[in-house]
């Protein structure tokens, strides 16, 4: 299982309604997605919102800063707000941080959590289903071909242009990013057989009720392990732990105990799991 | 005068039209700007193009992994293809940059000097310029104001609605790129009175002739200031040198020749043609 954290980038916004110090909070962001590669941690979200509240509306481009910081840590969106995107433009963005990373970039695509996107990009509320489902379907065809035949609703149509660059990883991993209700989503993943499912992020800053990071490290891993159980085995898990909500040194701390104490513990615990599977399937095979 | 570099990200295409180590060659512009910063060069721009054989179709995701590499030299887009963008999108991006870079982020907004951009984003040819006055019209408004009340016939109507984040420098700088023919485009700018217009680049790679690059550092330097003498002085002076075009070590020795020696003697020339213009005003008044 990967284990990892997911920031939106909060700002701090004083009475006139103005972000207060945002460049020290893209800069404390940076330090953590550094630490983050450093003590070993498996992947790094960056949330995207077009509110005054946020400083992340061009998550990419924070995302390339951070491939420039860092050397294994794969780095990800959470969650590209597809549905108010253009498909081509998202898809260069991930292909150019890709060859920038060295393959270590991912799109987690969704619908996002508010809905200021529609009003600044021209889109109506009714069509937040098909606006989805439909450039969803446009951006893989884009993974798949150079050239694209495409044409739907929302979209002008594409005759064959190419679209570049191309990514290092092929395909380049594209995840379904799902909050509160799943319904439609599941289907559109389900339709298409092969697409990574990312579940709702869990909220470290909930307080102890649900929050998987509160305890000790034995704790935090027993919870950790217990999700993965109760869920039936998830590829992923990733903290919802956001600059400028969080005080930095407290961002940092946690960053560091999850990666140097919480995950090897989690790695080690599934390892004998799997090795007692194994040793318990060969024994039936024995018998 | 500052003095910089512009740079195309052009991919080395095999037959079959797949680019050949394009994540080497983006490393390889990385390390580029980081020696152009070093060497104490002004200003480094990055083009935008959307066919095979370039990787620049995202250039602000490029520029955030040069200023994560970097500390005092401007990052600029050369040009930002602003007839085919939503300058909301690019407001945003340029915007992140700014905060990345510490306020070292700068908009040169052109028309671009191939049309693949039009049939990829959908646009009619026929509009090239009302595109392109329009768009940069609201890229100015959002400038001017985070909440922004626009409309026009090519992008949806802003009714309010705030842009996020905003830059960290006030105004964030915005340059018309242009290249070829300047007719409507001085237009525009004359209209506006303040936006600062960058002329046409000079091409390193032309050969000998017209080319302000080739010869001793003596020799470049006496081009230079004949050039800024011949256009009545100007601010801003890059040369264009593209990654994978030229080859690597001595794109690095070009960087290092112009910022090490050529700049200091420019400057060193222009400041005691300042002093000397002072000392004729100051004799001419005592006169």
Redesign the interface.
């Known amino acids: 299982m990967q284990i990892g954290v997911d920031s939106f980038v909060a ?1 701090t916004v004083d009475a006139a309604g ?2 207060v110090n ?2 020290r909070h ?2 404390e962001l ?1 330090e953590a997605v550094t630490l983050a590669d450093e003590v070993g941690l498996d992947v790094f979200g960056i949330g995207e919102h ?3 509240e ?5 998550p ?3 995302l ?6 860092t050397r294994r840590i794969r780095l990800t969106s959470a969650v590209t707000v597809l549905s108010a995107a ?1 498909p ?2 998202v898809f ?2 991930f ?3 890709d ?2 990373s ?2 270590r970039a991912e799109i987690v695509a969704g619908r996002g959590s508010f809905i ?1 996107a529609f ?5 109506e509320l009714e069509d937040y289903d098909s606006l989805f489902a439909e450039k969803l379907d446009l951006l893989l065809k884009i993974r798949e071909h ?1 050239h694209v035949y495409w044409s739907g609703k929302h ?5 064959g ?6 990514p ?1 990883q092929n395909p380049l991993p594209v995840w379904l990013g799902v909050g509160g209700t799943t319904g439609s989503f599941t289907e559109i993943g389900r339709e298409r057989g092969w697409l990574p499912m990312t579940r709702a992020h869990f909220d470290a800053q909930l307080g102890p009720t649900g929050a998987l990071l509160v305890g000790d490290v034995e704790t935090v891993a027993e919870k950790i392990l217990h999700v993965n159980e109760s869920l039936g085995g998830i590829s992923r898990l990733t903290f919802q732990m956001s600059v400028a909500a969080l005080p930095h040194a407290k961002l940092l701390r946690a960053i560091e105990l999850l990666g140097t104490r919480v995950a090897p513990r989690v790695r080690t615990a599934l390892a004998s799991e799997t090795a007692a599977e194994l040793l318990s399937t060969d024994s039936h095979r024995a018998a």
């Open positions: 700002a103005r972000a945002p460049a893209l800069s940076l077009h509110r005054r946020f400083l992340d509306s061009a990419t481009v924070i390339a800063a951070a491939a420039a910081r253009d081509v433009r260069q963005e292909a150019t941080l060859l920038l060295n393959g200021e009003p600044l990009f021209g889109l150079t979209r002008a149509a594409l005759t242009q190419g679209v570049y660059p191309r290092l």
